[in-house]
Each structure stands twice: as structure tokens, then as C-alpha cells.
């Protein structure tokens, strides 16, 4: 074998054993110190072998206890591993410690064990419900009414239905293994700052400058790389009819129409038919009114309402009920131009009486007709007759003989007249004119009135308090007042 490797057996460098043996070489001339040497190197030598021998030993014997075990199969299950399978519900817990007391762990120990064994649900969780049993209640409807009243209010808690208490919090933490000095700190996870998308809504409606809800934005852990895409992407377009239209008559360019249905959510592969809005059709009044003037005939007219949705036996009724009624509408339209000029008295009440018969009114219904529309003349003359009457009473030209005289000739009942002079009395009493702001102005330049004369005259104009004294301002008090007469010379006698 060579002087130096690794031995097979020993399992160390056979530098050793050359080491060893040059130190016997030496030590016959050698001193204390080569002898100590000699001494150390052996010790090393002597704990490599037992090393060996107490690995080969073990060896031999672990393979003994593993035929044993094999042979026998009667190995307990660990204490740990029951307490888990307690906790789920695998082995009853009486079972288990049974079992744990193979192990040398008595029942109380393992009833410890089975406590502490397991985990709790996640933190962020327990945080939420601990903040849903703090401040959860029932929203009520309300009884208030009148300005500022709300139509809920807060009612009755419902954390213990919906939430956990502060104990139940703090037993989640502790199951979570959390050390004291972090719960602090793991309490501010309760919180929930508003999320990015909530810092871009409160820009986009003009609540914060875009620079400040970027910060808020950041906070809800928004990228901010990505707010101004965002921003820019967010909020909605103007109306897609409305843009469709002004697009048709030439105000939004294509690209500014295209932007307009970006904005809008609409698929893309609609475009084409969202662009067709600016078409309008007829409404069926206006169809009505297109077959009364001749325009369409009935046969087009239901063409158009069949398009428009309308049930064909309401189509057909419609557009035939128009077209014969076109020939009654010409009919009225002439008795009423008759009556007119019977009521102007441009045609006697025979040359009316002809016209209404030739269009088909029955003889006797004709003097009915007439009479209302003569009538209707003299209500009229007679109310203008009544109108001037009043101006000229209210003014004082006419005294109050002349007015019954005169109201009676129109055949009004003296119970009617004495009605018409009460009420006009009342008018004729009753001041209907006040100064002008400008003229109340003009006294208290003048200084015919005071400052406070004035504010109190514009106040009941109308006028509140801060503009009141805006015009005291305009119409300064007393700068235009007339100047005094200058002083009289008097001579000394003998002068």
C-alpha cells in the first residue's frame, strides 16, 4: 500500500499514519516539545478509529432494529401527528390519547397539544370582520321629512351577526404565530385606502387636481406608471346619438367621432351601425299629416308605419282613417272661414246661411250656429266698450253716474255695475306707481333724502343689503346738493 491516500477501512488520509511515523524517527534526538507532537498526533490517530468502529457498529445495529421493526409493526404514532388528526376530525380525541400514551404523554398533555395544534383563518379576513363588528349597523329608513333630512339613518349593530369581537381578533393572531411587537402594525391592515380606480373617478369629476389624486392613487396601490392611462382611458363620452349627429352636419371630424366610441364601450364591430343614428324617420303624426296634405298616399303611409313596427291591421286602419279624413278637414276649415266673416260682417246672415247649407248643415241647426258667433261680436264690443269705461273712471275723467249710465245702455244688470264700480274703486285707491331705483338715487345726491331713507326705500324695491350699499356707493349722498346762497354784503352806516 502507498504511504499516502485514503485508507478503506479507516476512512482517513493515510498522511497520517506517515506523519506519525516521522515523528518516532525523530524523537530520539528530538526535545519535549517533537514528544508532544508525537502524543497529539496519536490522540487524532486513536478518535479516528473508535469514529469508524462506532459508525460500522451503529450500522449493524440500525439494521438490526429496522428487521425488528419490520418483524414486530408495533411502532405508536407520534403525540404530534394524533393532535393533527384530531383537529381533523380523523381519530376521536379519546382515541388518540389512548394512542399518545405509547409515546409516555399523559392525557392532560395531550389535550394541551390538541389546543395548540392547528392554524386560524387568514389575518386579513379576521381584520375585515373585526372592522364589520365595529361599525356594521342596520340602515333604517328614516321618519325625518323637510329640507336636509336623509332618508335613511344608521339602526340597529350587526357585528355580532356579521363580525367577530376584539378577543376573537386577537386568538386569530395568536394562532397565526405573530409576535407581539408586529400586532401594531398588523392592526393598520384593517384599513382600506380608496382603490386606484376611486383616485381616478375622484379626478376625472374635477374633486382633485390629477397630481394630488395620483398620490391617493399610489396609496391604493396603483402603479404610477399607469394613472395617466388610466385618466385618459376613464369617465364617459358624450352621447353616441348626439356625436353620431353633430358628425352628420359637419362638427366632429371622423377622428373626434371615433374617439366619442371609444370612450363608450361599444364593440368595435358596431361602429359601422352606431353611424347610422343620424338617420330619422317620420313620426306617425307626421305621417298623418303628410297623407291630410296630399302628399303620400294611404298606401305609402302604411308602407312607412309596417317600418316603423306598427301591426298591419293598425297600420291599415291609420293611414285609411287619414286619407278620408283629409276631405273633412276641408270641410271645417271652410265653415270656419263662413263664421268669421259672418262675425267680422263681411257676409250677411243670409249669405251665411246659404254657405253652411250648400256645405251640408242641416237648415234648422244653422240659426244655433249663427247666433253664437253673433253673440261672440257683441260679447266682444261690449267688453271693449267696458275695458275703456274702466281706464277712464280709474283716471278720474268720468265720475260714477256716468259709468251706471252708460253700463246700463250696454245691458249690463245694475247688480253687475255696482260689482264694476267696487272694483274699480279699489284700483282708482290703490297707488300703483313707486319711485325708481334711479330716482331715489337721485334724492340722496340731491340730499332731499338720507342714506338711510334710501337704503330702506331700496330694500322694499327688492334690493338686498349688499347691493343697497353698492348704490350708496353710485349715488354718493348729498354730491350733487344745490350750493347754499352766497352770504349777504352788508354797509356800515356812514360807509
Known sequence: MAASGFHPVTG??????????????????????VLAGILTTWATARQAVRTVATAVAAAATQSEVN?????????????????????????????AAAEAAFSGLDRDRFDFLVTETGESYGIVDALRLWHRGSYLFDPVAGNQSGAGAYPYTIGQGLGTEYGITKDELDKVIYYSRVRDEFIPDL???????????????????????????????????GMPEQFDLLYDAAGDSMGV????????????????????LYQSRINPRFYPLVKLQYLHFLAPYQIAQAVRAGVVDADTANKWLLESGYPADQAA?????????????????????????????LITEAEATQALTSLGYVPEAIPFILEVYSARRVIAMRNAAVTRLRAAYITGSIGSDIVRTDLGTLGIPTTAVQAFLDAWDIERTTPSKRLTMAQVGKLVEEAAMTADEAAAYWERLGYDPADVQWLLRIYVPGSKAPLPPPPTTTTAPGG
Open 241 to 260: 346619438a348626439t356625436a353620431v349627429m353633430l358628425h352628420h352636419r359637419g362638427y366632429l371630424t371622423d377622428a373626434e367621432l371615433t374617439d366619442v
Open 317 to 345: 286602419a291609420f293611414a285609411s282613417t287619414e286619407a278620408a279624413g283629409s276631405i273633412h278637414t276641408a270641410k271645417a276649415e271652410t265653415e270656419g272661414m263662413i263664421l268669421a266673416d259672418f262675425e267680422a260682417q
Open 187 to 221: 392592526l393598520k391592515l384593517s384599513w382600506t385606502s380608496m382603490s386606484p380606480a376611486d383616485a381616478v373617478d375622484v379626478a376625472i369629476k374635477g374633486r382633485m387636481a390629477p397630481e394630488d389624486a395620483k398620490v391617493l392613487f399610489m396609496a391604493g396601490g
Open 12 to 33: 482517513q488520509d493515510q498522511s497520517l499514519a506517515t506523519s506519525l511515523l516521522n515523528a518516532i524517527k525523530s524523537a530520539a534526538t528530538g526535545s519535549v516539545e
Open 67 to 95: 428487521k425488528a421493526a419490520a418483524r414486530y409493526q408495533d411502532v405508536p404514532l407520534t403525540p404530534a401527528v394524533l393532535a393533527d388528526m384530531v383537529i381533523r376530525q380523523i381519530m376521536p380525541q379519546d382515541q
